[in-house]
Nanobody
Framework: QVQLVESGGGLVQSGGSLRLSCAPS????????WAWYRQAPGQQRDEVARITSSGSTNYADSVKARFTISEDSFRDTVYLQMNNLKPDDTAVYYCNAAQLTSSGPRDIWGQGTQVTVSS
């Protein structure tokens, strides 16, 4: 079973930047889109950014113009560049691969990486 391995989280001051990476342990047939989600303590998991297999991107209003999702198809890796970070961005960030299989749609999740933004 394919696993997603995330990296790049950490502690950063307000206004700083981080880049998250997510790489699968193997090929993902039927991959339709990559996405990043985040979950703060006591909150639900919300989608932050998405990139489809055709290259279309979508962002949550709270991160527009600050975050950029991109994909390196050669390395099969997806990134989330986060600039001008704010304390409200503090959360565990999860990578997600949306796959379409013969049995229907399937989500693959990473283990999560902590991002902490200090004021």
């Amino acid at each position: 079973q394919v696993q997603l391995v995330e990296s790049g989280g950490g502690l950063v001051q307000s206004g700083g930047s981080l880049r998250l990476s997510c790489a699968p342990s193997g090929r993902i047939p039927g991959l339709k889109a990559w996405a990043w989600y985040r979950q703060a303590p006591g909150q639900q998991r919300d989608e932050v950014a998405r990139i489809t297999s055709s290259g279309s991107t979508n962002y949550a209003d709270s991160v527009k113009a600050r975050f950029t999702i991109s994909e390196d198809s050669f390395r099969d890796t997806v990134y989330l560049q986060m600039n001008n970070l704010k304390p409200d961005d503090t959360a565990v960030y999860y990578c997600n691969a949306a796959q379409l299989t013969s049995s229907g749609p399937r989500d693959i999740w990473g283990q999560g990486t902590q991002v902490t933004v200090s004021s």
